[in-house]
């Protein structure tokens, strides 16, 4: 276990904010955290404590007077393994990207789809990430935390974990109450293509890829491609993928929406739901590849927002309200930040 004071959160977070905590605490083991958590209590340390991953949903407001724990528990284990399934129990510090391509290497299929999403495999659990028509509560069967109040051991279900679109109870009832140590898998010998999103299968057909020779690897291979394309690399520009969520709007909202703009796309929910893009709304408003100070809207998706050099968290939050205002103001509708302020 490592500790340090003052410490600065820039390589913690993808917008890149100079932002920095009174204390920043990494552990390597459970026992490491329950060590901190025991020393804690007995110095009835009241400070606020706020748990990070990779930081690529989290935008920083202002210094953090408190403690940031982050976790390297990079552990990876098979538990059981059958002649199709494989299940794999993954340390909450190991990060995505590295854990899909391992599982991809492995011949272990499920997770391509979420190629090259940033952050860390606790995290995927908390936010339910989700890409190309895939969600992380579509593979995960268990999530080991433990309670930062006791540090007491405590293994979630997946229905108990009450997933649901980029939603968990960690980000809701039980919102910093638990820290992830673990994350369990159940993956696939054989390969079951998911690509009924977007233009996947447009995608493929452009790289002359036949659905009968489609591998996990190829797969990966052309989300990764296709990511590349429309995301801006956080190391070069800084950001935290997609700042919004996608609204579920009611039909008659959808209809209202649609007769104004007959081409506007959209994805059935069910027989009263549909959910709109926010970058295709935000487009409309103008904003795509436009600023606000040190803050923007990526060129290329305009359901991104980017830190053009220099930009403090408040110039992000800015233009977020800024965009949600412009949207309302067109089609009476609220587009929610998926990322985190602190």
């Not at 100079?18 to 390597?28: C, I, L, Q, S």
């Not at 990876?76 to 794999?88: L, N, Q, Y």
């Not at 998911?194 to 002359?208: H, I, S, V």
Request: aromatic share 8%; hydrophobic share 40%; proline share 4%.
């Amino acid at each position: 276990m490592t500790t340090q004071d003052n410490y600065s959160l820039l390589r913690h977070n993808t917008f890149g904010i100079a932002a920095k905590t009174r204390r920043f605490v990494e552990y390597g083991s459970i026992e490491e955290l329950q060590a901190f958590l025991r020393q804690r209590r007995d110095a009835n340390d009241q400070t606020p404590l706020l748990h990070i991953g990779g930081g690529s949903n989290l935008l920083f407001l202002k210094d953090f007077d408190g403690t940031v724990l982050h976790s390297s528990i990079q552990d990876i284990e098979v538990t059981s393994e059958e002649d199709d399934e494989v299940r794999v129990r993954v340390g909450a510090g190991v990060v995505w990207d590295e854990w899909v391509e391992l599982a991809v290497n492995k011949g272990w299929s499920g997770l391509e789809n979420l190629s090259l999403i940033p952050g860390e495999v606790g995290a995927s659990a908390v936010q339910n990430i989700g890409a190309y028509g895939v969600e992380a509560k579509d593979v995960i069967t268990l999530v080991d935390t433990i309670d930062l109040q006791t540090g007491e051991p405590r293994r979630f279900s997946n229905a108990e974990c009450q997933y649901a679109y980029r939603h968990s109870i960690f980000k809701t009832e039980l919102r910093g109450r638990y820290a992830v140590t673990h994350v369990h898998f159940r993956l696939f010998r054989r390969f079951r293509p998911n690509l009924e999103y977007g233009g996947l299968r447009m995608a493929l057909a452009k790289k002359g890829i036949q659905e009968e020779t489609l591998t996990p690897a190829l797969l990966r291979e052309t989300i990764i491609g296709i990511r590349q394309d429309k995301l801006p690399d956080p190391k070069v520009l800084g950001n935290a993928g997609s700042f919004f969520t996608n609204p579920i709007v009611g039909r008659t909202v959808y209809e209202r929406i649609a007769g104004e703009y007959p081409n506007v796309p959209h994805y059935e929910v069910d027989a009263d739901h549909v959910k709109i893009p926010a970058g295709w709304m935000i487009e409309q408003c103008g904003w795509k590849g436009k600023a606000l100070g040190r803050a923007g809207v990526y060129e290329k998706q305009a359901l991104v927002l980017v830190n053009l050099g220099g930009a403090c968290g408040r110039d992000i939050e800015e233009l977020c309200h800024t965009v949600q205002a412009d949207v309302r103001r067109r089609f009476g509708v609220d587009i929610v930040p998926e990322v985190n302020f602190i």
